[in-house]
């Protein structure tokens, strides 16, 4: 099965950053040929002539089965959002969690998102419902200590029994994730990063969300978090650490040192008010591996990666008071190469190059707040100008997901019809 998109401004991604006008073609999953004219015939044509052709986005911090719970626990105290998000959490059914997943997946695909990570219980209902989404899931069961769960059985077999189960799926790569060091003794943060490790799977988990987090953990162990986790050996290659917004330098270096990543979710951080912003300059400076992350629907509450691009962008520069900071080259090499690495997939992941699976996100060229549009302003258009209106086609692992502004893969009706009845069952308590 051959597809062809047609004479696009293809912005590559590939190591010279390159942007070409000329056709992107896929052959089953993967990309074959970029830029040049395509004489041959194909199976499937997509004109694509003068809109923009980019690779498609990861998201690398939500939980997506969350979206159904929208506007459920705003513009109140982070403690009380806590007790709220649990609380609804604990008393969710297998229905509701495939509804929010798929529209969770259907927002994402309509916002250019192509991959996501997600840190959730209940990765079996989240695989099946992203696998008909049509859209890749790297889907890490949340492991913490018994006595905060409502998980059945012990969370970390959980987790592997998870692993087992859906190792072999197309596009689902299952994880390992931590909730964090406020619910994650010693024993469960070594049990997942030793699984990580024996598996080559990501560990990820929130770090460093909040001031509070901080110091209760200073007062229990008298050191940081990311200290601790150093300490213990939880920080490695796989690591994919949420938020990371209240760091020491020190911290910063034994994290680049470790070889991680980082997941920046300034939205989910402005709208609980936490206080902290992400040292997005220093992780370049020493090497952290920086990525962006929308975080899930009750604290952000959108999951369009292309908002939380530019958001991430006027948030370091203004809280810097340095417009030369999170430049949008940097910041779309974020959600692109950056985000293929952290999750071990830069051979295949995070640019339009031949080789390389075909997930493609194409741009309306037609659209007033995209133009005008040269080779020299695409970029800082995809950053600053464009928005999910934008998004037209959407192709992941050569299946096109979304065509022409419709869902070829589940039927959205269907899933947004019981929508409100699902929130009103969860939420309205
Ligand atoms: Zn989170």
Not at 117 to 139: F, M, N, Q, W
């Amino acid at each position: 099965m051959i597809t062809a998109v047609r004479d696009a401004w293809v912005v590559t991604q590939d190591p010279q950053r390159k942007i070409v006008r000329g056709d992107v073609i896929i052959e089953g999953e993967k990309i074959v040929s970029v830029g040049k004219e395509y004489k041959g015939s194909a199976d499937k044509e997509i004109d694509a002539s003068g809109d923009i052709v980019i690779p498609g986005l990861i998201n690398t911090h939500t939980h997506v089965a969350m979206a159904v719970m929208k506007g459920a626990a705003d513009d109140i105290s982070f403690p009380a959002f806590l007790d709220r998000v649990f609380k609804i959490d604990s008393e969710r059914t297998d229905k509701d969690l495939e509804i929010g997943t798929k529209i969770g997946c259907a927002e994402m695909v309509r916002s250019g998102t192509t991959t996501f990570v997600d840190l959730y219980y209940s990765e079996d209902i989240i695989a099946k419902a992203t696998a008909e989404a049509g859209i890749r899931g790297v889907l890490c069961w949340c492991v913490l200590d018994e006595e905060y769960t409502t998980q059945k059985g012990n969370p970390l077999k959980n987790c592997k029994h998870f692993y087992n189960k859906f190792k072999n799926e197309r596009k689902i790569m299952p994880g390992a994730g931590l909730q964090g060091v406020y619910v994650c003794g010693e024993e469960m943060c070594r049990g997942a990063k030793e699984f990580s490790d024996e598996k080559d799977i990501p560990l990820t988990f929130h770090l460093s969300e909040t001031r509070k987090e901080v110091n209760d953990h200073r007062k229990k162990t008298g050191k940081r978090p990311a200290e601790w986790l150093n300490d213990i050996g939880v920080l490695g290659k796989n690591a994919i650490a949420a938020h990371s917004a209240w760091l020491t330098m020190n911290e910063v270096r034994l994290m680049a040192d470790a070889g991680m990543s980082v997941s920046s979710c300034p939205v989910s951080n402005m709208k609980l008010a936490t206080g902290g912003v992400a040292p997005i300059p220093e992780f370049q400076r020493y090497g952290v591996n920086v990525t962006v992350g929308t975080d899930g629907s009750t604290t952000n509450n959108s999951l369009d990666l292309m908002a939380e691009l530019k958001t991430l962008g006027l948030l370091q520069k203004s809280s810097r008071w340095d417009p030369t900071v999170a430049k949008a080259q940097e910041l779309l090499d974020f959600a692109t190469l950056n985000a293929a690495k952290a999750i071990g997939m830069q051979g295949s992941l995070g640019s339009i190059e031949a080789g390389k699976y075909a997930d493609i996100v194409i741009l309306n060229g037609r659209s007033p707040n995209l133009r005008p549009m040269v080779p020299e302003n695409i970029v800082s258009n995809i950053i600053y100008s464009a928005s999910s209106a934008n998004v037209k086609t959407v192709i992941c692992q050569g299946d096109i997901v979304l065509e022409n502004g419709r869902m070829n893969t589940i039927d959205e009706e269907d899933v947004l019809s019981v929508s409100e009845e699902m929130w009103r069952s969860l939420c309205q308590r």
